[in-house]
Each structure stands twice: as structure tokens, then as C-alpha cells.
């Protein structure tokens, strides 16, 4: 398995489709389900509201274009990105599966895969 799509190329598809979920204002899910609104995008962040937010604080929060970079990088390198070898926040992992075509979620270990190469590296 070869894939081949740098990282800038997901991170540009990622950020293209969130602005396309802030503008009609559709969630994005969490892989448990959770709606999620897109608050913002920055060059290196997308801000989102989660429903349910896990921590006391009340505001939308960030995920980095570099976690979804680690994450795209463990899937190039070993077809698969698995959540212990990464610190990236869920929603990360999320935006990465729901995005990108060709990639799915595994839950046990939580992990995301390749499921078709072709389509996970076209640009």
C-alpha cells in the first residue's frame, strides 16, 4: 500500500470542505456521533463548538493543522494511523475520516485506515 498525498494537500481538502460546513452552517461528526459546528478557519486551525464539550470551558476549540498532520503522516508511512502512537485531539481524527475519501475509523485499537488507495491519495 502506497500513498503518496502529502499532507498540505489533506490539510487544504480538510479546511476547503469545513469552510463549506460553516458557510451553510452543517455539523460535523465526531466518530461518536457528536455534532459539531466549524466556528472558524485559520491558516494552521479550524475552531469548532462541540455539543458536548468534554472540558468546563464553554468556547469553541482548536485542532491544529499539525495534528492532522501527524495524522496523515502515520498513514503514509504504515497505512494506518493509530490513536496511542499520536497526540492529536478526537476531533482531528474526525475531520480526517469524514473528509478524506478512502479512509475509515476502527475502533478497537481507535485507529483511522486506508480502505482505498486510490482515492485516499487523490489530490
Same mark, same amino acid.
Given at each position: 500500500?502506497?500513498?503518496? &498525498?502529502?499532507?498540505?494537500?489533506? @490539510? ?11 458557510? %451553510? ?38 485542532? %491544529?493543522? #499539525?495534528?492532522?498532520?501527524?495524522? @496523515?503522516?502515520?498513514? &503514509? ?12 485531539? #478526537? ?19 481507535? &485507529?483511522?485506515?486506508?480502505? /482505498?488507495?486510490?482515492?485516499? /491519495? &487523490?489530490?
Amino acid at each position: 500500500m502506497v500513498i503518496t &498525498r502529502n499532507a498540505t494537500d489533506v @490539510w487544504k481538502e480538510i479546511c476547503d470542505k469545513a469552510e463549506k460546513h460553516r458557510a %451553510s452552517r452543517l455539523p460535523v461528526y465526531t466518530l461518536r456521533k457528536t455534532p459539531n459546528q466549524i466556528v472558524k478557519l485559520e491558516e494552521n486551525r479550524i475552531l469548532r463548538q462541540s455539543a458536548k464539550p468534554v472540558s468546563d470551558e464553554t468556547g469553541p476549540s482548536a485542532v %491544529s493543522k #499539525r495534528e492532522v498532520e501527524a495524522i @496523515w503522516n502515520a498513514i &503514509r508511512q504504515d497505512g494506518q494511523a493509530v490513536a496511542k502512537n499520536i497526540y492529536a485531539l #478526537r476531533f482531528a481524527w474526525a475531520l480526517v475520516a469524514n473528509f478524506i475519501e478512502g479512509i475509515e475509523f476502527r475502533e478497537n485499537p481507535f &485507529r483511522l485506515i486506508v480502505v /482505498n488507495e486510490e482515492v485516499a /491519495n &487523490r489530490v
